[in-house]
Each structure stands twice: as structure tokens, then as C-alpha cells.
Nanobody, 124 residues
Framework: QVQLVESGGGLVQAGGSLRLSCAAA????????MGWVRRAPGKEREFVAA????????YYADSVKGRFTISRDSAKNTVYLRMNSLKPEDTAIYYC?????????????????WGQGTQVTVSS
């Protein structure tokens, strides 16, 4: 497992933007993916985005495609989630996740390492 620490959540109005950061305590192996999973109030956990560490390939849930961007700073072992055009339905706790990349990347059960979560609240 990899220790992950998120930051950057907060309260924003609909249409606004936020950037989440997730720093890993150790160097991320090239075979890994890092990503974001969220849990909205009263709902199941939902895959948001993932980045394959060695190739830099990115993957998004349909609900955020075109609005969210996942990126990385390899030197800092940090992944970011830039969230634009936020909607009230984006309100959730956002968790940073990491594990070896697999074709099952959209399943939250795929990920063995989880951060503590950061709250994002979008007001209408």
C-alpha cells in the first residue's frame, strides 16, 4: 500500500472550479495508476478519473468528461484533479486512490491504497 494525502477541497458555487492534490509518501511505481473516487451523500462510491503512471494515459467517468482533468507531477509523486464547471451533483467526498493498473480501473474495489478523503461542496 501507498500512503496518500489529499488537499484542496472546499465550498464553491456552481460553475466554479477547484483543484485537488494528492501526494504519495513514496515514489509511485511505473506499473501503478493513481486516480480519484468520490462518494456523494446517500450514494455508492463512484470512479471519477485515473492516470496510468508510466504512460500518462488518462481515463474519466462520463459524468465528468470534458469538465475534469487529471494530471501529475512525477517528481513530486503527486496527482491533481482540476475540476471546472462544477455542478451541485459533484458534491462528494473525493478520495485519492492508487494501485497497479489493470483493465478494471473503473472499479473502486480495484484500488488498495486510499487517502483520507477531502470534501467538495458545490452550492447552487
Amino acid at each position: 500500500q501507498v500512503q496518500l494525502v489529499e488537499s484542496g477541497g472546499g465550498l464553491v458555487q456552481a460553475g466554479g472550479s477547484l483543484r485537488l492534490s494528492c501526494a504519495a509518501a513514496v515514489r509511485i511505481p511505473s506499473t501503478y495508476a493513481m486516480g480519484w473516487v468520490r462518494r456523494a451523500p446517500g450514494k455508492e462510491r463512484e470512479f471519477v478519473a485515473a492516470l496510468r503512471w508510466n504512460f500518462g494515459a488518462t481515463y474519466y467517468a462520463d459524468s465528468v468528461k470534458g469538465r475534469f482533468t487529471i494530471s501529475r507531477d512525477s517528481a513530486k509523486n503527486t496527482v491533481y484533479l482540476r475540476m471546472n464547471s462544477l455542478k451541485p451533483e459533484d458534491t462528494a467526498i473525493y478520495y485519492c486512490v492508487a494501485d497497479r493498473f489493470s483493465s478494471n480501473y473503473m472499479s473502486d474495489s480495484q484500488y488498495d491504497s486510499w487517502g483520507q478523503g477531502t470534501q467538495v461542496t458545490v452550492s447552487s
